[in-house]
């Protein structure tokens, strides 16, 4: 590697070079350096938010030597990388991440400071998190990888509920944040707008130059992901928008046009400053499309950079370079890769197309409509002109060969086209990401093959099977176990030998031979009842209601959403409450008291599932104070469910709803996380619970409701047969419909989703065997010997689930990279 510094310098550089520490001593010496030194405090006001800041602080010196070193091997061993574009990573807290990762943790045990950590919320749910989970796996397996995103000044909102309704507050969270490096050197100019013209150059060739427009600068932050149990760090380069010429431009500022040139610098620092706060949604906003070619530009140019250092032909481009797209969010990254090879490399057409696609491969997340993303020809065609016509290019020999393959068949290329021939024209991104990558891939079984037989279907046709693949999903059971249900791992490293177990989680099975012990079942039994306790007292806090950490724990926590069907849950209490009310005191008292938890954001823009939460509210505000009920049922929303929420809850819950219609939820990932923590999950057979139930088997998980096969029939049923209400849910709404929940009126369009409008997600098809399975879940938590068993029996098989096995596929059968070993 060349060394920038000169000759002279060099031996006293050596001499010099910082040791970081090693152990108890030099860290606290470290700490207290920081609070006096950096933070210019003393012992006397060193209150918690100082003692974070310097525990971070001394923690992330730390990892800068061995990302420093992780990031000089990997470069001179020229080793290929895996780049990880994701416009979400939600990364929660780094602190207790960072103190385990590095083998810090029992050294300091600090509850108090670690919850001083704001969250990193930079993504919505699902697809941010596994970004999340995906890194931490990169890094512990020694995967020379970077991730690349955006660096948003504002996160996913904080959710506030008042008076039973949801209430958007900014997410502010860069006040002071140890974890990124400001790496103000590295910039890139990025070109928006203008017009393309065509000239010949110098040899005589034809070609297209993108001129005009304007520019604005994207500026690189770079945050350190240890890996567990080794010295690989890796790095999350997150970009940061800003205008062009410094602070304004001063040209403008100097002709006395200064509001002009503040509202520039601000109109640039607009791209990077919101997370948009959609999940499995896209609506087609042309500030969401510059933050996506900002990002991807920025990336692509960084990574190209990086390949031309080698010196090595652009036929080795691919040997060196692997690229995921997290969704179609980055798909423009294949047509500006393209453009950088044909515009400036001066590459031919298709050799640089065959450079493109053995680049990238595509990870799909949703088969919901409402998320497949689209854009309007005509704003591509003014925010990225020379991207346009590279992409009708792209089009146009893709369908040269389709027409080849298929010379009779006029509708298959109208229905493959990039182009959508509709008013206005779109481009269809997630069919673009297709053309362009090797492979493309699902995130659970059910949902890889949905993609083959439905929406990809002639994609399968044209490229043949080969080309699509799935890799089931997984977490990091670092931060879901581990972290998360500290008493809990190491219980479970007592009988698995220490805790080899969370770098190899197949390892759990030997959890096996102990799920019918007496001793081992008790342990493990007040290992939950302490976390349900913990839990309660939390409740007790924020939303003010007494719960019996005693009662089974029933919970839901996810984004909210029709398709997830919180509102099935929400019914089913109702149900519940209702038959507790018309029983005798005395049969009251041999019922099995329960608390039914939700949590979850609401998009700001999505009426209905704002309604949900409203609900959930309205019906707990009844069902707490009711006396007749007492213990037997609560109903809790938490407030602002997120990441360090969901590693205090996860731990607490005895069943959890993953309760989606069929087909609809591609794989999820917390029913994950819930089954690792000892809870058993109730559920339909969707996602990757198909997939859990096969490895944890039958018996240890409660399935219900109609199958992803019989979905299409059933909705056909709705529209165009009769459509009967189950009786048990017509009660529900009878019931709503009186004003026990409050203003009948309020809560109309729920029902009506489901009376008048067809009931699109199955709600009344469900609800009957949705009530029966929580009967049975009843049943099985009264034999608590047998329930325990049954929690031990399914952490011992959820080997599979851990993202280590997932990233391990990826590198096998997608990116074709290997782990690269850094030593201490
Ligand atoms: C799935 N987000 C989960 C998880 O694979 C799955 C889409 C468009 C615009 C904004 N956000 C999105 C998603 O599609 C998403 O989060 N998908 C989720 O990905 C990881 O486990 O089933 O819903």
């Not at 405090?41 to 070193?69: H, P, Q, V």
């Not at 991104?429 to 995130?443: E, P, R, T």
């Not at 591609?666 to 809870?679: D, H, I, Q, R």
């Amino acid at each position: 590697v060349e060394a920038s510094i000169p000759e002279p310098q060099r031996d006293a550089w050596k001499r010099n070079q910082p040791e970081g520490f090693k152990d108890k001593d030099g860290f606290e010496k470290e700490v207290v350096r920081h609070v006096e030194t950096t933070l210019a405090r003393s012992m006397f006001n060193c209150d918690e938010s100082a003692a974070y800041s310097a525990t971070s602080l001394a923690i992330r010196y730390r990892l800068i030597t061995g990302w420093n070193k992780t990031q000089q091997r990997q470069t001179y061993r020229d080793a290929k990388r895996v780049y990880y574009l994701s416009l979400e990573f939600l990364m929660g807290r780094a602190l207790d991440n960072a103190l385990l990762n590095v083998g810090l943790k029992d050294v300091a045990k600090m509850e108090d400071i670690i919850s001083q950590e704001h969250d990193a919320a930079l993504g919505n749910g699902g697809l941010g998190r596994l970004a999340a989970c995906f890194l931490d796996s990169l890094a512990s397996l020694n995967y020379p990888a970077w991730g690349y995103g955006l660096r948003y000044r504002y996160g996913i909102f904080k959710q506030e509920i008042i008076d039973g309704y949801q209430v958007e507050v900014p997410d502010y969270w860069l006040d002071f944040n140890p974890w990124e490096f400001p790496r103000h050197d590295v910039t890139v100019d990025i070109q928006f707008f203008g017009h393309v013209n065509k000239t010949t150059n110098a040899a005589g060739k034809t070609i297209s130059v993108w001129e005009g427009g304007e520019t604005v600068v994207a500026v690189a932050y770079d945050v350190p992901i240890p890996g567990y149990d080794t010295p690989t760090t890796n790095n999350l380069r997150l970009w940061s928008s800003k205008a062009s010429g410094g602070e304004f431009d001063f040209q403008k500022f100097n002709n006395g046009d200064y509001e002009s040139s503040v509202a520039d610098q601000q109109r640039a620092e607009t791209i990077s400053a919101v997370l948009y706060p959609n999940d499995n949604l896209e609506r087609g906003k042309e500030l969401r499309l510059k933050q996506q070619y900002f990002w991807v530009a920025a990336s692509l140019h960084d990574i190209v950079r990086r390949f031309k250092k080698s010196k090595r032909p652009w036929s080795e481009f691919c040997d060196q370079v692997a690229i995921q797209l997290n969704d179609t969010h980055p798909t423009l990254a294949i047509v500006e890769l393209q453009r950088i090879l044909i515009d400036t490399e001066g590459l031919e057409w298709d050799e640089a197309w065959d450079i493109v696609t053995n680049t990238f491969g595509y990870t799909n997340h949703t088969v919901l409509p409402e998320a497949l993303e689209k854009w309007p020809v005509g704003l591509v065609q003014h925010l990225l002109p020379r991207h346009l016509q590279i992409i009708y290019d792209i089009n146009l020999y893709f369908l040269q060969k389709v027409e080849k393959a298929f010379p009779k068949d006029r509708d298959m290329l109208r229905r493959v086209s990039i182009i959508e021939e509709s008013q206005p024209k779109m481009v269809r991104m997630a069919y673009l990401a297709i053309v362009g990558s090797h492979k493309v891939n699902g995130v659970a079984e059910l949902h890889s093959d949905l993609i083959r037989t439905t929406i990809f279907k002639d994609f399968v046709q044209i490229y043949g099977p080969d080309k699509f693949t799935n890799v089931t999903n997984g977490i990091t059971p670092r931060r879901w176990l581990h972290q998360a249900n500290p008493r809990l791992s190491e219980l479970i490293a007592s009988k698995c030998g220490g805790n080899a177990f969370l770098k190899d989680l197949t390892q759990l099975n030997r959890l096996e031979a102990h799920a019918k012990d007496p001793q081992f079942r008790r342990e493990w039994a007040e290992i939950k009842y302490a976390n349900k306790v913990r839990l309660s007292r939390y409740i007790k806090e924020a939303n003010g209601v007494t719960v019996n950490p005693a009662a089974l724990f029933d919970v839901q926590v996810k984004r909210i959403h029709e398709y997830k069907r919180q509102q099935l849950n929400i019914f089913g209490v109702i149900h519940r409450y209702l038959t507790l009310k018309a029983m005798s005191p005395e049969a009251r008292k041999k019922q099995l008291p329960r608390v039914s938890i939700f949590g979850g954001k609401a998009a700001p823009g999505y009426w209905m599932a704002k309604q949900i939460i409203h609900l959930i509210n309205a019906v707990g505000a009844v069902v707490n104070n009711d006396e007749d009920i007492g213990d037997l049922l609560k109903v809790i929303f938490l407030e602002d469910y997120n990441v360090s929420k969901a590693e205090m809850i996860c731990p607490a819950s005895d069943i959890s709803e993953h309760i989606s219609t069929a087909g609809t939820e591609a794989s999820g990932t917390s029913n994950m996380k819930f089954v690792l923590n000892g809870g058993l999950i109730i559920g339909t057979c969707d996602g990757a619970n198909i997939e859990i139930t096969r490895e944890i088997g039958e018996s240890n998980i409660f399935l219900f409701g109609n199958l992803a096969e019989d979905v299409e029939d059933l909705r056909h049923a709705h529209t165009y047969g009769s459509h009967s209400i189950d009786g048990d849910l017509d009660k529900v709404f009878n019931e709503i419909e009186k004003g026990t929940f409050g203003s009948p009126h309020d809560f109309g369009a729920l029902v009506a989703a489901v009376r008048q409008h067809g009931d699109y997600y199955l709600v009344s098809d469900d609800f009957h065997s949705y009530i029966q399975t929580h009967s049975l879940v009843d049943e099985a938590y009264r034999n608590q010997d047998e329930w325990v068993s049954k929690c031990i029996t399914a952490v011992a098989r959820m080997g599979f689930f851990t993202s280590d096995r997932c990233i391990d596929e990826y590198a096998e059968s997608i990116w074709n990279v290997e782990p690269l070993v850094v030593r201490e």
